[in-house]
């Protein structure tokens, strides 16, 4: 486990690996699926004594919706970007693991992971509200505080906060825990593309999981694992334009407008979804730089560049290492 991938284990106090160790009861994978955080999620579980757990499943996401979107008026990330800034505002402690965890990544990569930019995000018309209209606003992660202990969030200038890059990945984190706490002895858990597994798969042996491509025609390949998270974040899941030039929803908070198309996508794997969402978004922002940040950091990752002759696949020396591509 690399240097930063064991500091952003240590921010979310506590947060367990799964080993897939559960009943042995039962026979034959369960499956569920349905919406959930604008995208689509699916489970699938073997062995569990009771079955998957449906109910306990779908009040877990509509939990982290409640306190994680910015998309929901009343959730808990909504109701303090609209507190002023300057006093502690209470929230959920798996807000606080979150925006920890958050930290970590934005430390790292110095600001490339900026959970802060949601004004340019609604900017470019990729987020919930209008255009940027107040100049007071800041975009600056330095200026959100945190606290477990009540938990709580500060800003201490007027900051818009967006957790749509780390979020889905604790939601399916959030899952997996649960499934394994149900007894069941293998998992998978995916929200729109991030996942994570633990146990054998269905048949025995390692999960086998397609790499999605960024463009027709492109296979960038398979990804084989025992137990982790696994995310991809791509700069063609959601585009527009712009004075004629096309735009995507991923935004470079130092810059103050989207990455430029350099890297089309980038898979990480990370012992939870959580962090493998956040690295893979701030590998997206890196761009050029972002294969010099994985080896100097020890991250598990696959990226993929536009080239003259199409796309080009580079893969980490973790990954290589970790044997879970291309074995």
């Known amino acids: 486990m690399g240097s930063l991938i064991r500091v952003l284990w240590r921010a979310v106090f506590g947060l367990v690996v799964l080993v897939g160790m559960g009943s042995l009861g039962g026979c034959g994978p369960d499956s ?3 919406a959930t955080m604008g995208t689509r999620y699916r489970v699938l579980g073997e062995a569990c004594p009771d079955g998957l757990p449906e109910a306990r499943v779908a009040a877990v996401l509509d939990e982290v919706v409640r306190e994680m979107s910015t998309w929901v008026q009343d959730s808990g990330l909504s109701r303090f970007n609209r507190a002023p800034p300057g006093e502690w505002f209470g929230v959920s402690a798996d807000m606080v693991r979150v925006v920890a965890a958050a930290a970590v990544v934005s430390d790292a990569t110095e600001g490339a992971f900026d959970v802060t930019a949601l004004p ?3 900017e470019y018309g990729f987020g919930p509200g209008a255009a940027l209209a107040d100049e007071a606003v800041q975009v600056d992660y330095h200026l959100l505080e945190f606290r477990e202990h009540p938990p709580a969030l500060r800003k ?12 889905k990945g604790f939601a399916v984190d959030r899952v997996a825990e649960l499934l394994a706490g149900a007894g069941c002895r293998s998992a998978l858990v995916e929200i729109g593309g991030e996942l994570r597994v633990f146990g054998t798969a269905p048949g025995g042996g390692a999960w086998r999981v397609a790499i999605e491509s960024p463009g027709e025609g492109f296979a960038p390949g398979t990804l084989i694992l025992d137990e982790g998270g696994v995310a991809t974040s791509g700069d063609y899941r959601q585009t527009g334009e712009r004075d004629g030039k096309r735009t995507t929803h991923i935004i470079d908070a130092r810059t103050g407008t989207p990455i430029d198309g350099t890297l089309a996508s980038a898979t990480v794997i990370a012992p939870t979804a959580m962090q493998a969402d956040a690295l893979a978004t701030a590998l997206m922002v890196l761009g050029r730089d972002a294969a010099a940040f994985a080896e100097t950091h020890d ?6 560049f536009r080239s003259e002759d199409g796309f080009a696949t580079q893969a980490s020396p973790a990954m290589r290492a970790s044997g879970a591509f291309g074995r």
């Open 299 to 304: 991250v598990a990752a696959l990226l993929v």
């Open 32 to 34: 569920l699926s349905g």
């Open 156 to 167: 201490r200038a007027p900051l818009q906060v967006d957790l749509s890059a780390i979020a």
């Open 120 to 122: 340019l995000v609604d």
